[in-house]
């Protein structure tokens, strides 16, 4: 074989540059592409949550705090007397509350008149449901004999419901070891005669 046979046997078997480039194209296409992976965020990109403004957390707090169906304001409020069966006892369970804690008319004149009335006290038998009682009235305070005095000055020292049976004027300041009666065994009525003048 010739030099010349040979190099044209070459040319012919060997491909150009150009034909490598076009069959390397072929072969990309051919092959099938790689998969796609997820795009992870870097540590520049982190994700983005909505931001919540102070209106929006405050009217949030607000829903949470205020459960459904309770908006109803509560406020305390006088028993109500029922039309019906039931009010006619219910009027009755108040008077009586009134007249058991009520003050006693009786006790704030007499002490009304301990006031003015100088060196004298007034000792009051009284009943209180049935039990007697005595209230010793000085200088305008009340105070009693027969069981511990309140130390609430705005609690009356007998109910209004008590019934005053008789009334002692004595020398004041009262000494149990030694009583001076002005009077004794005066009744309301006959007291009132005592209270008269000294209105005017």
């Not at 296409?29 to 405050?58: A, C, D, F, I, N």
């Not at 039990?131 to 069981?147: A, H, N, Q, R, T």
């Not at 001076?180 to 003048?197: D, H």
Request: charged residues 25%; hydrophobic residues 25%; neutral net charge.
């Amino acid at each position: 074989m010739t030099l010349s046979s040979e190099l044209q046997r070459l040319t012919i078997h060997t491909p150009t540059h150009t034909e490598m480039l076009r069959n390397s194209g072929k072969w990309a296409t051919l092959l099938p592409s790689p998969p796609k992976l997820p795009s992870l965020p870097t540590t520049h990109e982190q994700p983005r949550t909505p931001t919540r403004t102070k209106s929006t957390l405050g009217a949030q707090r607000k829903c949470q705090s205020r459960p459904h169906n309770t908006s109803v304001p509560c406020a305390a409020r006088r028993r109500s007397v029922r039309h019906g069966g039931g009010g006619e006892e219910e009027d009755e369970e108040d008077r009586g509350d009134g007249e058991e804690h009520g003050h006693n008319k009786e006790i704030v004149m007499l002490e009304l008149y301990s006031q003015s009335a100088r060196g004298e006290a007034l000792v009051v038998h009284a009943a209180v449901d049935g039990e007697e009682v005595e209230v010793l009235i000085y200088k305008g305070f009340s105070s009693s004999l027969s069981y511990g005095t309140s130390p609430d000055p705005s609690t009356s020292i007998l109910p209004a419901k008590a019934q005053i049976k008789s009334i002692d004027r004595i020398k004041g300041p009262f000494d149990p070891s030694n009583i001076e009666y002005i009077e004794k065994g005066l009744t309301w009525e006959n007291f009132k005669q005592v209270l008269t003048p000294k209105r005017k």
